[in-house]
Every structure is written in C-alpha cells, then in structure tokens.
C-alpha cells in the first residue's frame, strides 16, 4: 500500500513532504515567481519527482516562461487559458486555449505570453539522463527577449541577467478563472 504524503503548510503555499500520493490544489500551492519569466507552480517538495516535472506556468503578455533552449528529454505542454506564441525550431506559431504541444528530446523551443491578459500552460517534462540542455542564439526569440546572445549549456550563463526566483503563495492575478 503505497502512504499519504504530509502536506505541510509554510508561509509561501503548501508543499508535500515525503514519498507517497497527495492531493493539493493549484491555488494554495507554493509557487515561484519572476518579474521577467512569469510565475509557476511547481508541485514538488521534497524528495522532487523522480521521473517527470510537471508545473503550471503563468505567463502576462510579452513573458517567455524560460531562455529558448533544446534539451534531452520529450516535453509535453497544454495551453489551458489564454494565448501565447510559441517559438520552436526558429518558427513562431500563435496557440490559444486547449492546443497541444509535444517537444521530442533536443526539440528547440520557448513560449511567450501573448493577447490581452494571462496565459496559463500545464508543462511536463521526462527528467534528464544526464545529457544536459542547450540554448541556442535564435533571431526568432531574441525579437522577444528569449534567446542568449551566444550558445551555451550553462543554465547559470543562460539566465545570469534575470532576477533569482522568489517563491510565495499564488498571487491573487497569476491563475486565470
């Protein structure tokens, strides 16, 4: 019989502690939030999910959710409110409510906030075997601010213009509906 994880209830939002199953809700959730890449919700306590990360992004119009990159494992995404561009292979295509997105391994990509308010993306990602994530220079995503100025696999190098991370509840503007 597999155990109920503990859902501890910190300052920032809940967050589930130990191995095991749970039930926690979106909203009341701890999430992380950036002025530049949008605010997440990530899920995870710790230990972290052993083989697959899954977080709902918020983007406001204009955000990319991360630097336009290429990495070793399938990533799936689905818009669940609003609209975006997603910027993949150096091609932007415009997605709305309920489009689906599926990146196989080394698939380069980003998405960017898009239309007059939120957009919310569910995103699941394998976890790495170890090969690593590269993020390419794209015209198509240095237009939106979403894409490093020279090629690295340094993910520190990647974002070192950003603000850290600061992680909080959900903000009373971040989940649409």
Known sequence: MVPEAVIEQGENGARPRGEGWFVINARDSEWVHTDELGSAVL???EPRFREIGINIQVLKPGQPNCMYHGEECE???LVLHGECLLLVEGEERPLKAWDFVHCPAWTEHVFVGAGDGPCAILMVGARGRG??????????????????ERETTDPKE???AYEG???GPALPDVLPG
């Open 158 to 160: 990647a974002y070192a």
């Open 43 to 45: 899920f995870e306590g």
């Open 131 to 148: 090969e690593g994530i590269v993020y390419p220079v794209s015209e198509v995503a240095l237009r939106h601010g979403a894409s490093v």
């Open 75 to 77: 990533e799936d995404f």
């Open 165 to 167: 991370l600061r992680r």
